[in-house]
């Protein structure tokens, strides 16, 4: 977790949203604030690189981050108008608490829309089997038929 603002607000969240363990030490780079990670060699840039970003706040400064991130997250209640236009879900009662639910609901629902999909596509495979194996048989039946009345 990078953070603009105090490193102790940002391990409590962290070990909020499961970054971090109860207790876990914030040596080894977990939790890190931004002007640190701006002074960061290239290399140790890199390092996190791949990870999904996520971030929150509830100020117009940071809406190009929100914007940027994998996902961005702002507070319904303290939020700007602009951070709020800005990220992708609005967390309405300002509570990380609640961003679990959030997310369980979210997980269901792709995983509802994905086997809606899957259905879907082997309705629509099966019907055009079905209706190409009739067409064929039609094209059989009306073949022989007219090449036996010009034989």
Same mark, same amino acid.
């Given at each position: 977790?990078?953070?603009?603002?105090?490193?102790?607000?940002?391990?409590?969240?962290?070990?909020?949203?499961? $970054? *971090?363990?109860? #207790?876990?030490?914030?040596?080894?780079?977990?939790?890190?604030? &931004?002007?640190?990670?701006? @002074?960061?060699?290239?290399?140790?840039?890199?390092?996190?690189?791949?990870?999904?970003?996520?971030?929150?706040?509830?100020?117009?400064?940071?809406?190009?981050?929100?914007?940027?991130?994998?996902?961005?997250?702002?507070?319904?209640?303290?939020?700007?108008?602009?951070?709020?236009?800005?990220?992708?879900?609005? $967390? *309405?009662?300002? #509570?990380?608490?609640?961003?679990?639910?959030?997310?369980?609901? &979210?997980?269901?629902?792709? @995983?509802?829309?994905?086997?809606?999909?899957?259905?879907?596509?082997?309705?629509?495979?099966?019907?055009?089997?079905?209706?190409?194996?009739?067409?064929?048989?039609?094209?059989?039946?009306?073949?022989?038929?007219?090449?036996?009345?010009?034989?």
């Amino acid at each position: 977790m990078i953070t603009g603002d105090n490193v102790f607000i940002a391990t409590a969240i962290a070990t909020e949203c499961g $970054i *971090l363990k109860l #207790n876990e030490e914030m040596d080894d780079g977990s939790v890190v604030e &931004g002007v640190t990670f701006r @002074n960061y060699t290239e290399e140790e840039r890199m390092e996190k690189k791949g990870h999904v970003v996520a971030v929150t706040s509830d100020g117009t400064n940071d809406a190009p981050a929100l914007k940027e991130a994998d996902i961005g997250l702002s507070m319904g209640i303290q939020g700007t108008e602009v951070a709020k236009e800005s990220s992708d879900i609005v $967390i *309405l009662e300002d #509570n990380f608490a609640s961003l679990a639910t959030v997310l369980r609901w &979210g997980r269901c629902v792709y @995983n509802n829309i994905q086997k809606f999909i899957q259905f879907q596509l082997t309705v629509n495979v099966a019907a055009l089997t079905i209706n190409f194996a009739a067409a064929e048989r039609n094209f059989d039946t009306f073949f022989w038929r007219n090449t036996a009345r010009v034989l």
